[in-house]
């Protein structure tokens, strides 16, 4: 007979790819929506161009933000099954409720978000590891702040460096280099993101007694960064649309400067172990580049509509997985 912990935790880490396949589908405007928005790759081309870096990023660094996931958000000690997976549905039922509306919002704060509601349920709050807590939700304010101030400075230096040059030559010239800059954002996105996977699976396997020290196996790499970006891959369109032509209007040269900025401060918060939003990060960036040309060049009625789906995410995911710990927990 079957042993039922086992079945569970299949069932659990197959919901754990589930979110990973959302978080690319979810975020793949954030890899793409400068490049599409300034025409210098078709939509699906630059899908599967994030894609293939989301996929490379597991060869990278290792996995200190999956670390953090699993151990610094909530208590090892008082982590199962039950909470894992009402954690994961929160964050699901948030992903696609926003994605539904077209509002780029945080995968990453929404599975902090589930945690924490799941955590609380269980154990209170003396179960939530604070120091990790906050370390990850100042960067709901700083990780957009870094991003506009490294979007306006490279936009800056860029339009200094390129004054004696023509504009036609100036946009042949960044259509190039935006290549480059779309695939080491989308590289920064696949380090961060995927990671955040990571620590759930593995805590899981941890906690139900199949791993017997906590540490991310390479396998576990391999399947979530390939799963994340089969996720880019679908491409979710709503999004990408907001990201690319609502906030303000890029051109080749605004584009590079933007992803670059964004893959700078993902892959620095990458090393460090921190789990930072890449939807923050990147609309951060690209409103500062729109501001290096007039303040009015940032539509910024959308950015406040952008800025209240970030500060809802953690509570909302937070809530609604405690409603789902309440339903799970007489089940399971």
């Given at each position: 007979m079957a042993d039922p912990t086992l079945i569970l935790v299949i069932f659990i880490v197959f919901i754990?790819?589930?979110?990973?396949?959302?978080?690319?589908?979810?975020?793949?405007?954030?890899?793409?929506?400068?490049?599409?928005?300034?025409?210098?790759?078709?939509?699906?081309?630059?899908?599967?161009?994030?894609?293939?870096?989301?996929?490379?990023?597991?060869f990278s660094i290792g996995a200190p933000v999956a670390h953090t996931i699993g151990t610094g958000i909530v208590s090892p000690g008082v982590i199962e099954n039950t909470l894992i997976l009402a954690a994961l549905f929160g964050a699901?039922?948030?992903?696609?409720?926003?994605?539904?509306?077209?509002?780029?919002?945080?995968?990453?704060?929404?599975?902090?978000?589930?945690?924490?509601?799941?955590?609380?349920?269980?154990?209170?709050?003396?179960?939530?590891?604070?120091?990790?807590?906050?370390?990850?939700?100042?960067?709901?304010?700083?990780?957009?702040?870094?991003?506009?101030?490294?979007?306006?400075?490279?936009?800056?230096?860029?339009?200094?460096?390129?004054?004696n040059i023509s504009a036609t030559k100036a946009d042949n010239a960044f259509r190039r280099m935006q290549l480059f800059s779309a695939a080491i954002h989308?590289?920064?996105?696949?380090?961060?993101?995927?990671?955040?996977?990571?620590?759930?699976?593995?805590?899981?396997?941890?906690?139900?007694?199949?791993?017997?020290?906590?540490?991310?196996?390479f396998w576990i790499v391999i399947m979530c960064n390939t799963t994340i970006a089969l996720g880019t891959m679908a491409g979710g369109w709503r999004i990408v649309k907001t990201m690319g032509t609502k906030i303000t209007k890029l051109r080749p040269m605004g584009g590079f400067c933007a992803e670059t900025a964004a893959a700078s401060s993902l892959i620095g918060a990458s090393i460090f172990g921190i789990p930072v939003s890449t939807t923050h990060t990147i609309t951060g960036a690209i409103m500062g580049v729109g501001s290096t040309h007039r303040v009015t060049a940032v539509r910024w009625g959308i950015a406040g509509t952008i800025v209240w789906a970030w500060v809802l995410t953690i509570p909302v995911s937070a809530l609604i997985a405690a409603a789902f710990y309440f339903v799970l927990r007489t089940f399971i």
């Open positions: 754990a790819l589930a979110f990973d396949f959302i978080n690319g589908f979810h975020d793949a405007a954030n890899s793409i929506s400068c490049v599409v928005s300034t025409r210098v790759l078709p939509p699906r081309f630059a899908v599967y161009w994030a894609a293939f870096f989301n996929f490379v990023a597991a699901i039922a948030w992903n696609l409720l926003t994605w539904w509306f077209g509002l780029p919002s945080s995968s990453s704060h929404a599975l902090i978000g589930g945690l924490i509601g799941a955590g609380l349920v269980k154990g209170g709050a003396g179960v939530l590891v604070w120091k990790g807590i906050i370390k990850t939700a100042s960067f709901i304010v700083l990780s957009p702040a870094i991003g506009f101030c490294l979007g306006f400075i490279f936009m800056v230096i860029v339009l200094n460096l390129t004054r989308s590289f920064g996105h696949g380090m961060n993101d995927a990671q955040k996977t990571m620590g759930i699976i593995a805590i899981v396997l941890f906690s139900s007694g199949y791993m017997a020290v906590f540490h991310i196996p």
